[in-house]
């Protein structure tokens, strides 16, 4: 059984940081993008960041500067470091993976087969 599982959620001040990890078990992601979505009260689940399977990334652009994910293939582990968070990044963030190998980062999270529980990023003015 696939599982992936959040972790490094919080609650936090406007300008603090967070490392948001997901460790996925039942199958290697090794050779497989892995993203992070999040979903804030009353709105879409958007794409956040993701990896490919040779580490290239990508953000959407109200996080690009201040997120950075990166992933542990030893681990089957990828991480969500978040760098002067805002309170407009308060939400929910889900871990997402794709079943196809050497495939790309796809924005949308109809893309993705395997999902994370998700965790909650609070930050406070």
């Known amino acids: 059984q696939v599982q992936l599982v959040e972790s490094g959620g919080g609650l936090v001040q406007a300008g603090d940081s967070l490392r948001l990890s997901c460790a996925a078990s039942g199958r290697t992601f090794t050779n497989h993008a892995m993203v992070w979505f999040r979903q804030a009260p009353g709105k879409e689940r958007d794409f956040v960041a993701g990896?490919?399977?040779?580490?290239?990334?990508a953000y959407t652009d109200s996080v690009r500067g201040r997120f950075a994910i990166s992933r542990d293939n030893a681990k089957n582990t990828v991480y969500l470091q978040m760098n002067s968070l805002k309170p407009e990044d308060t939400a929910v963030y889900y871990c997402?993976?794709?079943?196809?190998?050497?495939?790309?980062?796809?924005?949308?999270?109809?893309?993705?087969?395997?999902w994370g529980q998700g965790t909650l990023v609070t930050v406070s003015t």
């Open positions: 997402a993976a794709l079943a196809s190998p050497f495939s790309r980062v796809s924005t949308s999270p109809n893309d993705y087969e395997y």
């Open positions: 990896i490919n399977w040779s580490k290239q990334t």
